[in-house]
Every structure is written in C-alpha cells, then in structure tokens.
Nanobody, 116 residues
Framework: QVQVVESGGGSVQAGGSLKLSCIAS????????MGWYRHEAPGKERELVS????????TYADSVKGRFTIAQDNATNTLYLQMNNLGTDDAGVYYC?????????WGQGTQVTVSS
C-alpha cells in the first residue's frame, strides 16, 4: 500500500512561482514511477504534467517545458514540482501519483490558482 500527500499549492499572480511537495509512504520510490498531474476544470481530463525518471531525463508536458522542474529526494521520500513563470492556464488541482505495478495511487490534490 502506498500513500501520497501533496502540499504547497496556493494563489499567485501570473509570472509567479510555486513549489509543490509530495510525501510518499512505503517503498514508493523504489518500485513506482512518480509523477504530477493536473486537473484544470470539470469536464476536462486530468493531464500528465511531469514524470520523474530515476535514470535519464524526466519528462514534461510541452506546455510546461522550460518552466517546471520535477525532483525527487529519496532520503525524505519527497517528490517536488518547482513551477516558475506561472500562467493562468497552469491553474487547477495538482495531483501526485505513484504508478506502481498493482495500480496507481493518488493524493488528494492541491489547488493552484493563478491570477492575471
């Protein structure tokens, strides 16, 4: 069983920055692929924002490349998402996900609001 808990969301003006954190319980980092998703609005599908790669480069959605950085701290079981130069299109609920062999574990989400 894996549990993930996000934090760090909030309200910023366009052009600002936020750093999201996700603490994962259990051996998530050793056997699961960690990533960040966002859900912009009801009726829209949840979008994959970034996936951390233990080997090689991490991956990002085209819309966030160059602005977002994913990082993982194995010592504290924490996944981060540094978000810079935020725009109104980046607003939504951000979810941490642990994609494991038996399925995907989701956090409760953290709200990001960007005002113009």
């Amino acid at each position: 069983q894996v549990q993930v808990v996000e934090s760090g969301g909030g309200s910023v003006q366009a052009g600002g920055s936020l750093k999201l954190s996700c603490i994962a319980s259990g051996p998530a980092f050793s056997r699961c692929t960690m990533g960040w998703y966002r859900h912009e609005a009801p009726g829209k599908e949840r979008e994959l924002v970034s996936t951390f790669a233990n080997v090689g480069p991490s991956t990002y959605a085209d819309s966030v490349k160059g602005r977002f950085t994913i990082a993982q701290d194995n010592a504290t079981n924490t996944l981060y998402l540094q978000m810079n130069n935020l725009g109104t299109d980046d607003a939504g609920v951000y979810y941490c996900a642990a994609r494991c062999g038996e399925g995907t574990y989701w956090g409760q989400g953290t709200q990001v609001t960007v005002s113009s």
